[in-house]
């Protein structure tokens, strides 16, 4: 099954109000009488007009803060509404009964949109949490490091330099480039194989910077360390992490696109 991205924030947020309301006690046709107004089709967002009529932004401004948080599309809304509505009435019984089946379906949903199973997908509070549980959940032997960059966010480098911490593997940064302005994908992921040593285990990196726009090439990042562990065992082989909040939902790949090992992201932005 392929989703796009349109078609994931369609189907996902019709399908949880559906299901808070069959749940609350309602019936199939409650939906219809429940829901405002009739649930946009893919073809009735092909218009971009469309698509900026799901937002309640205000239109006194020019909004381009998505970089921090982003506005709720129209079936988001009615989701979350009917949830509240849900919980209002009768909390207890609501969370027994909804909330195990729907953690299920949101991880079968992004398990799709990521070409993987549910069952290869976590759910935390946040990409941070996200970050922190897998760099300090690895196994790490003093003799090995973690490989990250001097532009990296904030939180991956306090992630791993505690890991660094409890485990005794060292930490190594590089700089992906002197000045930005016309890197290259060859340049940004030759630097990064040429860092690759026999101790290092972890390279922990950040799909698209914040504070540049900058986006790696992480496909031809996976291919190199492909390359560097071909002769490595399964305890020694380099692990691509990466922090992709910035990019996840914005660009239309599966895991298999990036070749990472592990992938954090929010779906806030």
């Not at 007009?49 to 998505?66: E, K, T, Y």
């Not at 919980?87 to 969370?95: S, V």
């Not at 791993?160 to 005794?168: E, H, Y």
């Not at 291919?223 to 239309?252: K, P, S």
């Amino acid at each position: 099954m392929t989703l796009v991205r349109r078609e994931l924030l369609t189907r996902t947020g019709l399908a949880i109000a559906a299901s808070a309301i069959a749940s609350s006690g309602g019936t199939a046709e409650a939906v219809a009488q429940t829901v405002a107004a009739p649930p946009p089709t893919l073809s009735d967002l092909e218009d971009w007009g469309a698509v900026r009529a799901q937002f309640a932004l205000s239109p006194d401004f020019i909004h381009m803060s998505a970089m921090l948080i982003s506005s709720h599309p129209r079936p988001v809304r009615e989701a979350i509404d009917e949830h509240r509505r849900g919980m209002d009435a009768n909390p207890i019984t609501y969370l027994h009964q909804n909330n195990r089946r729907l953690q299920e379906a949101a991880r079968a949903a992004a398990g799709d949109y990521l070409g993987i199973t549910g069952s290869d997908i976590a759910l935390t509070d946040s990409t941070t949490m996200g970050v922190a549980l897998v760099y300090n959940g690895l196994r790490l032997t003093p003799d090995q490091e973690i490989l990250t960059t001097e532009q990296d966010y904030f939180v991956t480098h306090e992630a791993i330099r505690l890991a660094s911490k409890r485990t005794g593997a060292k930490v190594r940064k590089i700089s992906l480039y002197e000045e930005i302005n016309g890197i290259s994908e060859e340049q940004i992921v030759d630097r990064i194989a040429q860092a690759i040593t026999p101790a290092t285990r972890v390279l922990a990196l950040t799909w698209v910077h914040s504070s540049t726009g900058l986006k790696l090439p992480l496909r031809q990042i996976a291919d190199a360390l492909g390359r560097a562990n071909a002769d490595r065992n399964e305890t020694e082989r380099v692990l691509l992490c990466v922090d992709g909040v910035h990019g996840f939902g914005i660009e239309d790949v599966t895991l298999a696109d990036f070749g990472c090992d592990f992938l954090m992201a929010g779906c806030h932005k």
